[in-house]
Every structure is written in structure tokens, then in C-alpha cells.
């Protein structure tokens, strides 16, 4: 199975602080993804990654910055971080599509507290 | 615009009974994959079965089973003999051809056995 790392796992941050969480991965694996699971909103897509140096935006990027300068790595950075930023952070990468999972590696998430 | 709707937010099943999550998807693709995942306390995401739109018969793994209705857009959840370790957030998701290889989620149903 693909090998997908998420840094930190927990972050308790302040209001207006910049704060950047990374996405490793140990295959070269094109595309990846940011998202972020709320109560109620199931997960939603940040932004995502289809190469290095080629990124784009998801439904909710607003206050977000994405940066993929290696393939291994991608980063989420939130420039000034404020409360309902508060959330759970998901990296996913997009792997063979075959079997056993169809296409998608999840990390094990970062869960980040803004106060 | 694609769209997953899950519209039960929580349920309660039995041990050792079946138990149905519903799903429905809005998409003008004729190509689409769906998924259902799992997600237990522990926060992981948790592959647990998938159906392509031009698979013909019903995805199964296991006691998971895909209740595919192409006509009426829905994707449902069948988890046959329910156990106390099936207790857990439940997402269905979409991916859509040509977007990247992006997954939509539904807002995800919790889903409670009872000993």
C-alpha cells in the first residue's frame, strides 16, 4: 500500500498565526489532495495537486495556500489562521485504480485547533 | 454540479441485522465511480467498497453490498449481519470523470449497533 504520511497529528494554534501542515508520500504518486471534514459537511476538498508546481483550488480554499515544489511533499498552508479553520485535515494521493481501494490513499489526518 | 446527499445522520441497527445506508448523487457524467468509506472513532478512512457507473451487477465485499440504482441515482450501503465494530461514521462519495481525479463526499451518516 502506498505510504502516506501526515505532519503534525495534532496543532492547537492562535488567531492570525500562519500555520502549515505537510503531506508526505513515499511513491511517486501524481495527484494529491487536501480536504477538510466538518460535523455535518462530511469532507470537502481544499485544494489539490496534479503535479509539481501544478495545483488548483477546491470548494473551500478560501484562507488556504497549497505549495508542491517535490512530488513526495505537499503542503496546506493557512496564511492567517482563524477559528473556522478549526477543523480535521485529510491528505489523500490518487493511486493505481485497480483493487483493493480503486484509487485512494488517505493519511491518517491533523487535526488543528484555532483559538 | 456534482453533488453526494446522504440524509440520514444518524442510525441505529441491531446486532446481527441488516441495515441499509442511503445515498444519492446528482451528476451530468456519464462515467462516475462511487464509494463508500468508512470511518471509525479512531479517524481513519476506511476503503470499504466501490461501483463503477457502467459495472452492471452490484458491487459486494464481504458483508457489504452496493444497492446501484443508475435510474434513480442512488448508491446504497447494505451491511448484512451488523457487528459492534460496524459502529462508525458511514461516507458515500463520487468521483466524476475528468475532475481531476477529485472525490465528492456526502455528509456522512453515523451509524450505532446495539448489543
Known amino acids: 500500500d502506498a505510504g502516506i504520511t501526515q505532519s503534525p497529528r495534532h496543532k492547537v494554534t492562535e488567531t492570525g498565526t500562519p500555520v502549515t501542515l505537510r503531506c508526505h508520500q513515499t511513491e511517486n504518486h501524481r495527484y494529491m489532495y487536501w480536504y477538510r471534514q466538518d460535523p455535518g459537511h462530511g469532507l470537502r476538498l481544499i485544494h489539490y495537486s496534479y503535479g509539481v508546481k501544478d495545483t488548483d483550488k477546491g470548494e473551500v480554499s478560501d484562507g488556504y495556500s497549497v505549495s508542491r515544489s517535490k512530488t513526495e511533499d505537499f503542503l496546506l498552508t493557512l496564511e492567517s489562521a482563524t477559528s473556522s479553520q478549526t477543523s480535521v485535515y485529510f491528505c489523500?494521493?490518487?493511486?493505481?485504480?485497480?483493487?483493493?481501494?480503486?484509487?485512494?490513499?488517505f493519511g491518517s489526518g491533523t487535526r488543528l485547533t484555532v483559538v | 454540479a456534482q453533488k453526494i446527499t446522504q440524509t440520514q445522520p444518524g442510525m441505529f441497527v441491531q446486532e446481527k441485522e441488516a441495515v441499509t445506508l442511503d445515498c444519492t448523487y446528482d451528476t451530468s457524467d456519464q462515467s462516475y465511480g462511487l464509494f463508500w468509506y468508512k470511518q471509525p472513532s479512531s479517524g481513519e478512512m476506511i476503503f470499504l467498497i466501490y461501483?463503477?457507473?457502467?459495472?452492471?451487477q452490484n458491487a459486494t465485499e464481504g458483508r457489504y453490498s452496493l444497492n446501484f440504482q443508475k435510474a434513480r441515482k442512488s448508491a446504497n450501503l447494505v451491511i448484512s449481519a451488523s457487528q459492534l465494530g460496524d459502529s462508525a461514521m458511514y461516507f458515500c462519495?463520487?468521483?466524476?470523470?475528468?475532475?481531476?481525479?477529485?472525490?465528492?463526499f456526502g455528509q456522512g451518516t453515523e451509524l450505532s449497533v446495539k448489543p
Open positions: 461501483q463503477g457507473s457502467y459495472d452492471e
Open positions: 489523500a494521493i490518487s493511486v493505481l485504480r485497480g483493487r483493493p481501494n480503486y484509487g485512494y490513499t
Open positions: 462519495a463520487m468521483r466524476a470523470r475528468d475532475q481531476g481525479g477529485k472525490l465528492i
